[in-house]
């Protein structure tokens, strides 16, 4: 048994913060002496341990707690995945470092990769664990949303430079995405008003002419210029979005989603999803803006 003062020595710790823990449920003492001073076990030092692992990649306590409470909760796969974390931190922390290294040295680099998404997949993550009924209510199922967490990671770099772009950092752009996951069913609720109707019925008009004849070269002057409709329709009603091959590529897996791909065939005809993702690749492959 070690008393408080011990534990926060070999820890390093703070006795303010261990018994901050205690408060909150988190790391209960094995006992309290008649005078009440805290004692910890061997258990007790392996529960902080885990809790040190978590606090190092940033898990906020109110989720800590939630995870190690979870009678489910497994301390050998948690070490795992802490450590594949952790990997994952080091390694973004070395390209940062060797991307400095080559900016002393007077290299123009202009490079995203280094900016990885860590932090974003991980709410993501952390969201489907805690919002399940959520998630299967505006993406259809869990799994579909797992596609979509694929989808950023498989295409990290594009939407690392489309974050920076357009917020000014992978921190802003994080804190953001995180704001709407929170108030996800609000923000979709909202959308569906009576402007949000009205601009859903001239983007069916717009989709509509798109898949009017399926059979139709997709490479046509005609098709590609309801593509190009369709966007300057995105670049009207989201001012925040520009019309790059990152927007194309989201457009793109969009409608190569399961779910959007039922819907949009139920709604425009078989093989309409195929389509529209054709149409749109095309577009992709072959109006890519000069990057000056």
């Known amino acids: 048994m070690k008393t408080i003062s011990q534990v926060a020595k070999l820890t390093g710790v703070s006795i303010r913060t261990l018994q901050y823990y205690d408060e909150i449920g988190l790391l209960k003492p094995r006992k309290l002496t008649p005078a009440g001073y805290r004692l ?6 392996q529960t902080l341990q885990q809790i040190l ?5 940033d898990f906020p306590l109110k989720d800590i707690i939630k995870i190690m409470q979870n009678p489910d909760f497994d301390r050998i796969s948690a070490f795992k995945k ?8 080091r390694n973004r922390t070395d390209r940062l470092i060797q991307l400095l290294e080559r900016l002393e040295k007077g290299e123009e680099c202009m490079s995203f990769k280094e900016f990885d ?41 594009n939407v690392a430079k489309f974050a920076i772009q357009h917020f000014g950092s992978i921190e802003k752009y994080t804190e953001e995405m995180k704001y709407n996951l929170e108030h996800i069913s609000e923000i979709m609720d909202k ?38 409709e369709i966007l300057e329709f995105i670049k009207k009603e989201s001012s925040s979005v520009t019309l790059d091959k990152p927007l194309i590529n989201i457009l793109i897996d969009s409608y190569s989603n399961d779910y959007v791909k039922n819907i949009t065939n139920k709604k425009y005809g078989d093989g309409a999803s195929d389509y529209i993702v054709k149409a749109f690749r095309y577009y992709s492959e072959n109006n890519t803006p000069s990057e000056k």
């Open 82 to 89: 802490q450590k594949e974390l952790l990997l994952l931190k």
């Open 191 to 228: 959308e569906w008003n009576e402007e949000a109707e009205k601009i859903a019925a001239q983007s069916d008009l717009l989709y509509g002419k798109l898949t009017a004849d399926l059979t139709y070269d997709v490479s046509s002057p005609k098709i590609q210029e309801i593509v190009y």
């Open 117 to 157: 998404l860590s932090e974003y997949i991980h709410a993501l993550e952390d969201f489907k664990v805690n919002q399940t009924d959520t998630i299967i209510k505006h993406w259809g199922s869990i799994d579909n949303f797992d596609m979509f967490i694929q989808r950023i990671k498989d295409d990290e770099e």
């Open 40 to 45: 910890y076990d061997e258990h007790a030092l």
């Open 53 to 57: 692992f978590f606090r190092e990649l």
